[in-house]
């Protein structure tokens, strides 16, 4: 079992940066996908991004593109990881609650962008960008 807690939200200019961190508690990280998606005001939850904790590899959303980073730190005590997003040039746009997922690795890989792939979720995280 995976637990996942999200931090780092905040309220921010248009033109700011903010990281987003997952605190990933559980001793199989290794098999998962973990993933960022966003529920912005009154819209359905939208996939932003994804990494493969075994390799690293990564997928992202056409929208955010260039502007979002997802990162794992990879450490070697596998009871406490942390998933990372770097959110660059933020625009109003961008306001939502930001959600950290895990899935098992065979279940997501080919079908990263679809909600129903990942089996734990954080509380989300809110994310305001003011103009």
């Known amino acids: 079992q995976v637990r996942l807690q999200e931090s780092g939200g905040a309220l921010v200019q248009a033109g700011d940066s903010l990281t987003l961190s997952c605190a990933i508690r559980g001793r199989t990280v290794g098999y998962y996908v973990l993933c960022w998606f966003r529920q912005p005001p009154g819209k359905v939850r939208e996939f932003i991004a994804s990494i493969a904790w075994t390799d690293g590899m990564t997928t992202y959303a056409d929208s955010i593109k260039g502007r979002f980073a997802i990162t794992r730190d990879n450490t070697r005590d596998t009871a406490n990881n942390t998933v990372s997003l770097q959110m660059d040039n933020l625009t109003p746009e961008d306001t939502a609650v930001y959600y950290c997922?895990?899935?098992?690795?065979?279940?997501?890989?080919?079908?990263?962008?679809?909600?129903?792939?990942?089996?734990?979720w954080g509380r989300g995280t809110q994310v305001t960008v003011s103009s």
């Open positions: 997922g895990a899935g098992l690795t065979e279940k997501v890989v080919g079908r990263e962008k679809n909600r129903n792939s990942y089996l734990y």
